[in-house]
């Protein structure tokens, strides 16, 4: 399985009146080029989508789908048998049909749906994820998909909240029974627990505030009444981990050499071999800092490449000031894109900036939250992690080193204009539903990453050197992800090292190096980043060096959103015509 303005009537309606027509559009298109066997494909893919969502109610949930709001994925054994079943089963019908008989479009997306298959028994058969983390079993992310979004009336979302609720205590339950001591890193338990105290408040204090206007009665008292047991079964589970798994905790959290090219292969269509992407990657950490000591020094040659980073990061707005900064920085953003012709923005509303919920303040940054491909409410969340300020100041004064202006552009490059928010919204307009769903990492990241490099090469801030020492900053750090994803997962690298590299290589605070290190324990893939943009940036040039005179930027960045979020392998099979070398 693959990631605040309210709208007024007149912009919801416009959204979806382009949405609608677009979606005819490419629909009709597309019928026009039907094979034999491509209406069976779709019909099976509608009815793999809809196994999913009964297999899957959370993910049903986040894509927009609310007819399972009131249940949670199984995680009994007996579940994980189901899911496993599931997978294998959907396999083989996919496999059954005869490439021959689809078009190429349909053939690209049953290879795509395969793949997803292959995903979900890595993670249920092989890597297991339901014995080596606890996370897993945490309801948090359910439900606050249930109060993040105006999509239904309170009482019905807090009836789902409550059957939700209810319905997580037996995976809270299943977890003493799922994961095994020998299986368990304990960082990865120290993860949870560092989050515990922010989630156990997000269920005292923000679930009870999003329904308050509700009104008193057996519904509210129901709320309650499992509200204040996930609550207790939440302390009770920190207790458990702490006094029963974490002194018995003897696993590790990387999950091995063949796991890791499998996970490449069935997220990102990637065979590559693992020395060969780990040389491209120390080629390109090389090139990103010789960059970044030239860029440095044109910025100051008396000091040194990190004093220079540093004295730019230190010119950062307050805490209070994060939020206002980049919410006033997106429209000229977006207005750039569109003076430029660097992309379709099929959309007027612009996403809201807020501070990130508390149980994902761990190990992230910055995130777009955009609504699910099937949800009605348009609401949409750039989310942003601000310092507690219960930290002592030093602490406080690290995270907010990541806000300064440059970081601040770069950022909001990266997720919203022209990136995941302009690819969300591009991607909604797909009639394709494989496509509509079912996401490749490397090429979501990946494209976020690729813009915030193409944007200054497009001349966004006439060349000013903080912006682009800023963004090849951000470049060394997905640099340093790359490395550390495959080091930590292949090598035996620690989170320590891994910590170290971060700030060695990637010029980072020592509590934002270990931030990112933390990350790696549980994102196996975070080299998606660089490895996406690397692929992107090699199929813009082949696809230059095909059309010559009459390549154009703007429309390579709209025929490449058009595809869907696929593996960018099948893109290129649609752009080129054949698949040809990913690097």
């Given at each position: 399985m693959r990631s605040i303005t309210r709208l007024g009537p007149v912009a919801a309606t416009l959204l979806f009146v382009l949405i609608a027509a677009a979606g005819a559009r490419i629909g009709r298109s597309a019928a026009a080029l039907d094979a034999p066997g491509d209406q069976t494909l779709r019909e099976l893919a509608d009815q793999f989508t809809e196994a999913e969502m009964r297999l899957y109610p959370e993910q049903a949930t986040r894509w927009g789908d609310h007819r399972y709001d009131g249940r949670v994925s199984d995680l009994t054994q007996a579940g994980i048998d189901a899911r496993i079943k599931h997978a294998l089963e959907w396999k083989r019908r996919f496999d059954r049909i005869n490439p021959a008989s689809l078009s190429a479009h349909q053939e690209a997306d049953r290879e795509w749906l395969i793949a997803n298959c292959?995903?979900?028994?890595?993670?249920?058969?092989?890597i297991r994820d339901y014995e080596r983390d606890p996370g897993f079993y945490m309801p948090t992310s359910g439900v606050y998909r249930l109060i993040e979004r105006n999509f239904a009336p309170a009482p019905e979302r807090m009836r789902s909240v409550t059957a939700r609720e209810n319905a997580a205590l037996t995976n809270l339950a299943a977890a003493r029974a799922n994961l095994k001591p020998a299986s368990v890193a304990r960082v990865s338990i120290d993860i949870v627990i560092q989050q515990m105290t922010a989630t156990i408040a997000f269920f005292k204090n923000d679930v009870p505030a999003a329904f308050a206007a509700v009104p008193d009665g057996a519904d509210r008292k129901a709320f309650a009444v499992a509200n204040q047991n996930t609550i207790a079964a939440l302390s009770e589970y920190q207790k458990w981990m702490k006094e029963s798994l974490a002194p018995k905790a003897s696993g590790s959290f990387a999950i091995g050499a063949e796991a890791y090219k499998r996970m490449l292969i069935d997220d990102d269509m990637v065979d590559i071999p693992l020395a060969q992407l780990e040389a491209a990657g120390e080629q390109e950490l090389k090139r990103l800092q010789n960059q970044f000591r030239e860029t440095a020094h044109a910025i100051d040659p008396n000091r040194t490449p990190a004093e220079v980073m540093k004295a730019q990061a230190a010119k950062h707005p307050a805490r209070a000031d994060v939020i206002p900064q980049i919410s006033a920085g997106l429209k000229g953003l977006r207005q750039y894109v569109i003076d430029h012709r660097l992309a379709s923005i099929p959309s007027d509303v612009m996403p809201t900036v807020a501070e990130t919920p508390p149980f994902r303040r761990a190990t992230t940054f910055a995130s777009m939250d955009s609504p699910g491909p099937l949800e009605k409410s348009t609401e949409a969340y750039f989310y942003v992690t601000l310092p507690d300020p219960s930290w002592p100041a030093e602490r406080q004064n690290q995270l907010l080193e990541f806000y300064s202006a440059p970081n601040i552009s770069d950022v909001s490059t990266h997720e919203v204009f022209p990136g995941h928010y302009v690819q969300f919204l591009n991607n909604r307009l797909n009639p394709d539903k494989v496509r509509l769903l079912y996401y490749s990492g490397a090429n979501v990241e990946g494209w976020g990453l690729y813009v915030e490099?193409?944007?200054?090469?497009?001349?966004?801030?006439?060349?000013?050197?903080?912006?682009?020492?800023?963004?090849?900053?951000?470049?060394?750090?997905?640099?340093?992800r790359y490395l550390a994803g495959i080091r930590m997962h292949t090598h035996g690298m620690t989170v320590e090292d891994a910590a170290k590299f971060f700030e060695s290589d990637a010029y980072m605070t020592p509590h934002n190096a270990m931030v990112e290190a933390l990350r790696g324990t549980g994102d196996p893939g975070y080299l998606r980043y660089q490895l996406g943009k690397l692929m992107i940036l090699k199929l813009r040039e082949d696809v230059r060096a095909k059309q010559v005179a009459s390549f154009d930027l703007g429309k390579f960045h709209d025929a490449f959103l058009a595809q869907g979020a696929v593996p960018i392998r099948l893109i290129r099979r649609a752009m080129l015509g054949s698949d040809g070398p990913l690097l």
């Open positions: 292959d995903g979900e028994l890595l993670g249920d058969q092989q490099q193409m944007m200054l090469d497009e001349g966004l801030h006439s060349g000013e050197p903080t912006y682009r020492l800023a963004q090849i900053q951000m470049a060394l750090q997905r640099a340093c």
